[in-house]
Each structure stands twice: as structure tokens, then as C-alpha cells.
């Protein structure tokens, strides 16, 4: 893909950009490196990418950061994981507010550890006036797990009447998923060349346009990201009609 700059995205961009960072472990493998210094250059492209947002005037970036399947990772990988997160959360969030940044964190919070449910907590309530861009922070996260506990919560809805059966649509079942107040992504986008989404916001991402770039995620960054949005750009999106 040619260099592009926010400057040279003609078009509207997307409002809703989700990225599956894949990568960081054979990024680190190439250079002999334990995946866990791959896993520290990830964090260095949250930095810019969310910079990158920001300039293109993207209204919400949403970044899968651990799935609830990355839980069966070895030990000495998830501790190393969850020590980034924990630095990530200190000494990000100060910087993300003055920018006007708002952070949503989605998944399940149970299995983290207590301290970094705090600082979760805490960044979320910091940020909440904020409205220059919404980053959305996919953690613990499994879109199946998350279609499923909608299907509960909205079951328990009918059953105490809170909702009618015959009334459920599409719109009302997005209600009761984790990302209710979220838009669902224009352009999904997933480093490395692989190409699958991986349990990643499944239903959100039902027309979606899917962008998968060669660019393992530890060397993603502003160019790479503004690529994507021009080929978004460039496509034609139906959503099941005839244009």
C-alpha cells in the first residue's frame, strides 16, 4: 500500500474503527526475542495508532487487547500481560485525558485481577466527559461469551416483563450486548496476514468491511492505519441491497 496521510483521506472516514492486534509473538520471534518483549512493542502502537484516530478524525477505536481464550496462554505470558495492562492503565491515562480521549473497557472483568479491575474502574470514570474519541478496550473478551450473556439478560427481561417477546428485533437485542452505546465498526482490521476474525465482536461485525494487513502489530502505526481507512474508503458498502 502506497504512504497515506489523514490529509489525503478524501472521503469520509469511518466513525467506528475495531483492530484485532495480532503479531506481537512472531514480531519478537524474528529478532530472537522472548514474546514478551513483542508483547511491550504492542503497547507502543496502541500509542500511535491511537494518535493516528485521533488526527483522522475516527470517532471510536476499539482494540482487542485479550480474549477469553488468551486465558489458556502459559502463565509467565499472561502475568507479563496483565504487568503491561497494569502500566499501560498508570501511565497512559493521563496523557489519553488531556487529548480528550474517553476510555470503555468491554469483557469479562471477573477473571482480572482486582487491582487492575480498580484502575479500570477509575479510567473509565476519569474519562467519561471526554469526546474527542472513544477508545474501546476488548479485554477478557469473547464474542460468543457476549452474544450468550445477551441472550440472558435479555431472557430475564421477558420473563419479568420487561420486555415483550414478540417485540425483540435487532435493535433490541443490541441492546443488551456489552457494547449497547457503541456504534458498530465500519472497518475491521487485523494485522499480522492472518485472516479470521477470532471471536471478535461477531454480531457488531455483521457488515463490517474487513481490511487484513501483512504488518504484524508490534510495526503498526500511523501509515499503516490510514492505508486502511483509504482502501475503506475505496469500497463500495451494500449492506445486503442492491446499489
Given at each position: 500500500?502506497?504512504?497515506?496521510?489523514?490529509?489525503?483521506?478524501t472521503e469520509?472516514?469511518?466513525?467506528?474503527?475495531?483492530?484485532?492486534?495480532?503479531?506481537?509473538?512472531r514480531?519478537a520471534?524474528a529478532r530472537g526475542?522472548?514474546?514478551?518483549q513483542?508483547?511491550r512493542?504492542?503497547?507502543?502502537?496502541?500509542?500511535?495508532?491511537?494518535?493516528?484516530?485521533?488526527?483522522?478524525?475516527?470517532?471510536?477505536?476499539t482494540?482487542?487487547?485479550?480474549?477469553?481464550?488468551n486465558?489458556k496462554?502459559?502463565?509467565?505470558?499472561?502475568k507479563?500481560?496483565m504487568r503491561?495492562?497494569?502500566?499501560y492503565?498508570?501511565s497512559?491515562i493521563?496523557e489519553?485525558?488531556?487529548?480528550?480521549v474517553?476510555i470503555?473497557?468491554?469483557?469479562?472483568?471477573?477473571?482480572?485481577?482486582?487491582?487492575?479491575i480498580?484502575?479500570?474502574?477509575?479510567?473509565e470514570?476519569?474519562?467519561?466527559?471526554?469526546?474527542?474519541?472513544?477508545?474501546?478496550i476488548?479485554?477478557?473478551?469473547g464474542?460468543r461469551?457476549?452474544?450468550?450473556?445477551?441472550v440472558?439478560?435479555?431472557?430475564?427481561d421477558?420473563?419479568?416483563?420487561a420486555v415483550?417477546?414478540?417485540?425483540?428485533?435487532?435493535?433490541?437485542f443490541?441492546?443488551?450486548?456489552?457494547?449497547?452505546d457503541?456504534?458498530?465498526?465500519d472497518?475491521v482490521?487485523?494485522?499480522?496476514?492472518e485472516?479470521r476474525?477470532?471471536?471478535f465482536?461477531?454480531?457488531?461485525?455483521?457488515?463490517?468491511e474487513?481490511?487484513?494487513?501483512k504488518?504484524?502489530?508490534?510495526?503498526?502505526d500511523?501509515?499503516?492505519?490510514?492505508?486502511?481507512?483509504?482502501?475503506?474508503?475505496?469500497?463500495?458498502?451494500?449492506?445486503?441491497?442492491?446499489?
Amino acid at each position: 500500500m502506497e504512504a497515506v496521510s489523514p490529509q489525503a483521506i478524501t472521503e469520509a472516514p469511518p466513525r467506528h474503527v475495531a483492530i484485532i492486534m495480532d503479531g506481537n509473538g512472531r514480531w519478537a520471534a524474528a529478532r530472537g526475542l522472548p514474546r514478551t518483549q513483542g508483547h511491550r512493542r504492542g503497547v507502543e502502537a496502541v500509542r500511535h495508532t491511537v494518535k493516528a484516530a485521533i488526527a483522522a478524525g475516527i470517532g471510536f477505536l476499539t482494540l482487542y487487547g485479550f480474549s477469553s481464550e488468551n486465558w489458556k496462554r502459559p502463565a509467565a505470558e499472561v502475568k507479563e500481560l496483565m504487568r503491561l495492562l497494569r502500566f499501560y492503565l498508570r501511565s497512559e491515562i493521563a496523557e489519553l485525558h488531556k487529548e480528550g480521549v474517553k476510555i470503555r473497557f468491554i469483557g469479562d472483568r471477573s477473571r482480572l485481577p482486582k487491582d487492575i479491575i480498580k484502575l479500570i474502574e477509575s479510567a473509565e470514570l476519569r474519562t467519561a466527559g471526554n469526546d474527542t474519541l472513544t477508545l474501546v478496550i476488548a479485554l477478557s473478551y469473547g464474542g460468543r461469551d457476549e452474544i450468550l450473556g445477551a441472550v440472558r439478560r435479555l431472557a430475564s427481561d421477558v420473563i419479568r416483563g420487561a420486555v415483550d417477546l414478540e417485540a425483540i428485533c435487532e435493535e433490541e437485542f443490541s441492546r443488551h450486548l456489552l457494547t449497547n452505546d457503541i456504534p458498530d465498526p465500519d472497518l475491521v482490521i487485523r494485522t499480522s496476514g492472518e485472516q479470521r476474525l477470532s471471536n471478535f465482536l461477531l454480531w457488531q461485525s455483521a457488515y463490517a468491511e474487513l481490511v487484513f494487513t501483512k504488518c504484524l502489530w508490534p510495526d503498526f502505526d500511523a501509515e499503516a492505519l490510514y492505508a486502511a481507512v483509504s482502501e475503506y474508503c475505496q469500497r463500495e458498502r451494500r449492506y445486503g441491497a442492491v446499489v
